[in-house]
């Protein structure tokens, strides 16, 4: 246990250090790319599409940032065995390690990100309520989320490197099908369905419920939330634990 | 020790003494498929069709079967390709035997690539520690040690500079002195004695030889002779994933010229070629 916590702690200050070594703005990268994408956003559909959502931007940082953690963390997550080849082929070593270590590292940028969004937040008149209490609920389903998927894209990838690039064409496509940018009662008829397949859009409604609306999401929304992170998670370890030993010999 | 070849060594009867290794019928294969990696298209077009990709299917081992009772110290020989590092990926638990089972008493730990792990951008310092933890140690336990790492690595003065700057030769003795700090009950060690001048690779040697002193049990590769005979009680002779023979070292080395001579025979080295090129430094120690 000791250990455990030992070794994800140092590959994450390892992984950490190693973005931002030789690099003049390092950790402020991170923080620029989400902004980047909020500035275009809020040109958008605030002045060439006006979408009328009161506190715009306020209304989509608090989407972007749970989403932008989610990208990056997917996008890292299916080269993962394939750029550790050394860790992966190390006796006593667990490549799965590898997913939770890169789920957290990039939690930690989202961590650091979090304050200039109470800042926007508050600049546009939200209050902020005790539903903030929830956000490590969320983080955690989220992270569970994220190590399934990873799992799952990581292993295929090892086998078919297809998979890096379906995984680039997926993302992008669920950026537009996930409220981040506008609101899911806009959506018309049969769309709902893809809302509902969509695990990230429970999650992000979520976020934005306690971020932007200040209420806890309703029962119902966090159950599905829940549910899903688990048999993702679920999945993508019952699947990695099937072909362990495989990606071992085809690395 | 008998000097004769024998395709197949002892089975093991019931009442041996505690057997740290235990190896029986083991045979591994690879299947490589054709043209490289199948991409995902063909994957699925060939399945609609029914039609199997064209696969090359190599056996590294075939049916090898040895125990090594607790603290000895058993050494692998064969030319390349003969299956010795697919033995020891096998023993330390990387992979699963295609056929037949590998049991281990304690836990294993392996020397197999050094250095893997490292990355250039950092320091030596940060190497030794991630690497100290992938071995099993605590972060504490790691930092308790990083002296003595570091004295036997002799870096004192380059420690904290990043890795990518470091000589081969320091980069080894780094990756040596780190891989050494575990204390385990086996250790598996593929060709590592390829570290440094000839005085830190005595120093490496009397490392291993403490290390059998103190009652640990060991398995190696290598293809330097002395060494075999310096740090085995018996050994193996690989052949195309076969045990040609199991013996004491001198018998297994004997055994091995002549496997290498008979290779010779059927492939002889091309000699002008040697001869042009008389200062080629001999690559014993690929990594």
Known sequence: MRYHFDLIRNLVQRDFSL????????????????????????????????????????????????????????????DIFVNNRDLVRRPNFSPAILMVVNTL???????????????????????????????????????????????????FNVFYRDVHYIVSLGLMLLFYLTPIFYQPRELLGGYHLIYALNPAAGLIESYRAIFFYGVAPGAGQLGLVAVSSLVMASLGYLFYRREADDIIDHL | ????????????????????????????????????????????????????????????????????????SLGIIGHNGAGKSTLLRLLCGLGRPTRGRISCADRVSGLLELGSGFHPDLTGRENLITGGILSGLTEREVRARQDEVIGFAELEESIDLPVRTYSTGMYLRLAFATAMQLDPAVLVMDEVFAVGDARFQRKCLERVEAFRAAGKTLVLTSQAPEHVRALCDEVIVLEEGRVVMQGDPDAALACYRELLADRGARRPATPEHAASRPDRPEVRWAT
């Open chain 1, 19 to 78: 973005s931002y070594r030789r690099s003049a703005l390092g950790m402020l990268w991170s923080l620029l790319l989400p902004l980047a994408q909020l500035l275009v956003l809020v040109f958008v559909f605030q002045a060439v599409v006006p979408l009328r959502i009161e506190a715009y931007p306020a209304f989509v940082f608090s989407a972007l940032l749970p989403w932008t953690w989610f990208s990056t963390c997917v996008t890292a997550a299916a």
């Open chain 1, 105 to 155: 590292s990039n939690f930690v940028t989202y961590l650091v990100a979090l304050p200039i969004l109470l800042g926007i937040l508050v600049w546009y008149g939200r209050t902020l309520t005790p539903a903030l209490l929830l956000f490590p609920v969320l983080a955690l389903a989220q992270g569970l989320l994220m190590v399934g998927i990873g799992l799952l894209v990581g292993t």
């Open chain 2, 1 to 72: 020790m008998t000097s004769s070849t024998i395709s197949r060594p002892r089975p093991l009867s019931a009442s041996a003494p505690r057997a740290a290794v235990l190896v029986e019928s083991v045979s591994k294969r690879f299947r490589v498929r054709c043209l490289g990696r199948m991409a995902l298209k063909e994957a699925l077009v060939g399945g609609m069709l029914g039609r199997r990709p064209p696969v090359v299917t190599h056996w590294a081992l075939r049916d090898v079967s040895f125990s090594l009772r607790t603290g000895r």
